[in-house]
C-alpha cells in the first residue's frame, strides 16, 4: 500500500529560514547601523534611521518578493512616504525586474519631462542589491530615441536588433539586453514652479508599461525554493541600503563638512550605483549650528537640468510636502549668466527684495547636499560653499 506524502512543518521549509534571515536583518540594521560606533548620536538621527530601514523593506518587498522577470511592470521607486538611497521630489523613477534570456518591449509617451533616460542593472558580484551596488550594464535617454509627433514610443529590451523601424506609425527604438541584466530603471525629470506639487507625487501621469515578448505561461504556484530566493533578494536589497560608510567615495563626494566634490559625470566616476550615467553630480555633508547658513554660489552649466536637494545621513529627501527643501533650475531664479546663490538654514534669512534662494534643513544640524546637473554640455562648476553666521544677513 502506497504511503501518503509525508507533512511538512513550517520550520522545515526554506521559506521559514529565509523569512528569519529577513528578520535578523531587520535587527541588526536598527543595531548595528545606527549606532553611536557609526556616529548616530541623536534622537533625529535614529528615529529617521528606522524610518529609512523600513523604507528600504518596503522597496525589496514590491520590488523582490513580488517583482517577476517573466512578467514585469514598471513599480514606482519612492514617493512622499518611501525615500531611500537620495529620493529626489524633481524625478519620477520606475523600476522593473528583467532577466537576460528573455526579450521585452517598452510602450509610453513622452510628456513634458525635461529629460527621460533608461538604465540596465545587473547583480553586484557579492550578491548585494539595492541602489549602492547594483552596476549599470546598459542605458539610452531621450537625445537619442526617436518619438512619435504625439510622444509616443517604443523600446526593444532585447539581444539583437529588432527588424522593424516602426510599430503602427510609433518609432521602435533599441536597447541592448546585456548578459547578467536583472533589473531597469527609469527616469523622468520635471522642472516645476513652486507652486505645483513636486513632479515625484505624479507618477500616475506618465505613460510607461512593459511586456515580456518571450511567450510565458500562466504564474505557477510559489514554490518553497522560489519564494525562499524572493525573500533572500527581499534581505539583500535592505542590507545594500546601509549605505552611511563610503570607504573609498566616487570622486563627486566630499568628506570635508560644508563642502561639496567636484561635479562628475557618473559614467566617469567608475562606481556600481542606480546613478544614471550621462548626469554630473556632486555631493558634500553640512555641519551647522543653530544660528549659521551655509552659503553656496556657483553657475549652471547649459544643461538638460539641474537641481540641489538635501539629504538627512541616510539619504532620504527632507520633507518636500509643505517644506522647501530643494530647488530646481526654474526655482534657483538664476541670473542670465546662470549665476545663483542658495543659502541652508534652518530658518528663512533673507532680506525683502533678496534674489537669493533659500532650502530649508529642517533644523537638522547635519545632513547631505547634492547637486545633479543632467547631460550639462561641459564640465559644471564646483559650487563654492561658506558658512555664515545668521546674524551677517
Same mark, same amino acid.
Given at each position: 500500500?502506497?504511503?501518503?506524502?509525508?507533512?511538512?512543518?513550517?520550520?522545515?521549509?526554506?521559506?521559514?529560514?529565509?523569512?528569519?534571515?529577513?528578520?535578523?536583518?531587520?535587527?541588526?540594521?536598527?543595531?548595528?547601523?545606527?549606532?553611536?560606533?557609526?556616529?548616530?548620536?541623536?534622537?533625529?538621527?535614529?528615529? +529617521? =534611521?528606522?524610518?529609512?530601514? &523600513?523604507?528600504?523593506?518596503?522597496?525589496? @518587498? #514590491?520590488?523582490? *518578493?513580488?517583482?517577476?522577470?517573466? !512578467?514585469?511592470?514598471?513599480?514606482?521607486?519612492?514617493?512622499?512616504?518611501?525615500?531611500?538611497?537620495?529620493?529626489?521630489?524633481?524625478?519620477?523613477?520606475?523600476?522593473?525586474?528583467?532577466?537576460?534570456?528573455?526579450?521585452?518591449?517598452?510602450?509610453?509617451?513622452?510628456?513634458?519631462?525635461?529629460?527621460?533616460?533608461?538604465?540596465?542593472?545587473?547583480?553586484?558580484?557579492?550578491?548585494?542589491?539595492?541602489?549602492?551596488?547594483?552596476?549599470?550594464?546598459?542605458?539610452?535617454?531621450?537625445?537619442?530615441?526617436?518619438?512619435?509627433?504625439?510622444?509616443?514610443?517604443?523600446?526593444?529590451?532585447?539581444?539583437?536588433?529588432?527588424?522593424?523601424?516602426?510599430?503602427?506609425?510609433?518609432?521602435?527604438?533599441?536597447?541592448?539586453?546585456? +548578459? =547578467?541584466?536583472?533589473?531597469? &530603471?527609469?527616469?523622468?525629470?520635471?522642472? @516645476? #514652479?513652486?507652486? *505645483?506639487?513636486?513632479?515625484?507625487? !505624479?507618477?500616475?501621469?506618465?505613460?510607461?508599461?512593459?511586456?515580456?515578448?518571450?511567450?510565458?505561461?500562466?504564474?505557477?504556484?510559489?514554490?518553497?525554493?522560489?519564494?525562499?530566493?524572493?525573500?533572500?533578494?527581499?534581505?539583500?536589497?535592505?542590507?545594500?541600503?546601509?549605505?552611511?560608510?563610503?570607504?573609498?567615495?566616487?570622486?563627486?563626494?566630499?568628506?570635508?563638512?560644508?563642502?561639496?566634490?567636484?561635479?562628475?559625470?557618473?559614467?566617469?566616476?567608475?562606481?556600481?550605483?542606480?546613478?544614471?550615467?550621462?548626469?554630473?553630480?556632486?555631493?558634500?555633508?553640512?555641519?551647522?549650528?543653530?544660528?549659521?547658513?551655509?552659503?553656496?554660489?556657483?553657475?549652471?552649466?547649459?544643461?538638460?537640468?539641474?537641481?540641489?536637494?538635501?539629504?538627512?545621513?541616510?539619504?532620504?529627501?527632507?520633507?518636500?510636502?509643505?517644506?522647501?527643501?530643494?530647488?530646481?533650475?526654474?526655482?534657483?531664479?538664476?541670473?542670465?549668466?546662470?549665476?545663483?546663490?542658495?543659502?541652508?538654514?534652518?530658518?528663512?534669512?533673507?532680506?525683502?527684495?533678496?534674489?537669493?534662494?533659500?532650502?530649508?534643513?529642517?533644523?537638522?544640524?547635519?545632513?547631505?547636499?547634492?547637486?545633479?546637473?543632467?547631460?550639462?554640455?561641459?564640465?559644471?562648476?564646483?559650487?563654492?560653499?561658506?558658512?555664515?553666521?545668521?546674524?551677517?544677513?
Amino acid at each position: 500500500m502506497s504511503q501518503p506524502p509525508r507533512k511538512t512543518t513550517h520550520k522545515e521549509t526554506r521559506s521559514h529560514a529565509a523569512f528569519h534571515q529577513l528578520l535578523d536583518q531587520l535587527r541588526e540594521a536598527a543595531d548595528e547601523w545606527l549606532s553611536p560606533e557609526r556616529g548616530i548620536d541623536s534622537e533625529v538621527e535614529v528615529v +529617521e =534611521g528606522l524610518r529609512n530601514i &523600513l523604507h528600504l523593506l518596503s522597496g525589496g @518587498l #514590491d520590488f523582490y *518578493l513580488e517583482g517577476d522577470p517573466e !512578467r514585469p511592470e514598471f513599480r514606482p521607486v519612492v514617493s512622499p512616504t518611501r525615500k531611500f538611497m537620495g529620493d529626489n521630489p524633481d524625478a519620477v523613477y520606475f523600476w522593473a525586474r528583467i532577466q537576460d534570456d528573455l526579450e521585452y518591449r517598452i510602450r509610453g509617451t513622452r510628456g513634458d519631462e525635461c529629460y527621460v533616460s533608461f538604465t540596465v542593472h545587473g547583480r553586484a558580484s557579492d550578491g548585494t542589491l539595492g541602489p549602492a551596488a547594483e552596476p549599470v550594464l546598459g542605458d539610452g535617454n531621450d537625445r537619442n530615441f526617436r518619438v512619435a509627433d504625439d510622444g509616443r514610443f517604443e523600446i526593444a529590451l532585447c539581444r539583437e536588433k529588432p527588424s522593424v523601424t516602426e510599430n503602427d506609425g510609433v518609432p521602435v527604438n533599441w536597447i541592448p539586453l546585456p +548578459e =547578467g541584466a536583472a533589473s531597469l &530603471l527609469t527616469r523622468h525629470y520635471f522642472e @516645476l #514652479d513652486e507652486a *505645483l506639487p513636486p513632479a515625484v507625487t !505624479r507618477p500616475g501621469q506618465i505613460e510607461l508599461h512593459i511586456e515580456t515578448i518571450t511567450p510565458v505561461g500562466p504564474r505557477p504556484p510559489l514554490s518553497d525554493d522560489a519564494f525562499a530566493a524572493r525573500l533572500h533578494d527581499t534581505a539583500a536589497f535592505v542590507n545594500g541600503g546601509k549605505g552611511l560608510d563610503l570607504p573609498n567615495p566616487p570622486p563627486f563626494v566630499s568628506t570635508t563638512p560644508n563642502e561639496v566634490g567636484e561635479p562628475t559625470v557618473f559614467r566617469m566616476a567608475e562606481t556600481d550605483a542606480w546613478g544614471a550615467v550621462d548626469i554630473a553630480y556632486s555631493m558634500g555633508p553640512f555641519e551647522l549650528a543653530p544660528d549659521e547658513a551655509l552659503v553656496m554660489e556657483g553657475q549652471l552649466p547649459d544643461c538638460a537640468f539641474a537641481n540641489v536637494v538635501l539629504w538627512n545621513r541616510f539619504l532620504q529627501c527632507f520633507e518636500y510636502r509643505d517644506r522647501s527643501v530643494s530647488k530646481n533650475r526654474k526655482q534657483l531664479h538664476a541670473g542670465p549668466d546662470g549665476r545663483y546663490r542658495v543659502i541652508c538654514a534652518a530658518s528663512d534669512p533673507r532680506k525683502p527684495g533678496s534674489t537669493d534662494s533659500w532650502i530649508d534643513t529642517e533644523g537638522h544640524a547635519r545632513g547631505q547636499i547634492f547637486w545633479r546637473f543632467l547631460l550639462p554640455e561641459e564640465t559644471p562648476e564646483k559650487p563654492v560653499c561658506k558658512v555664515v553666521p545668521l546674524a551677517e544677513f
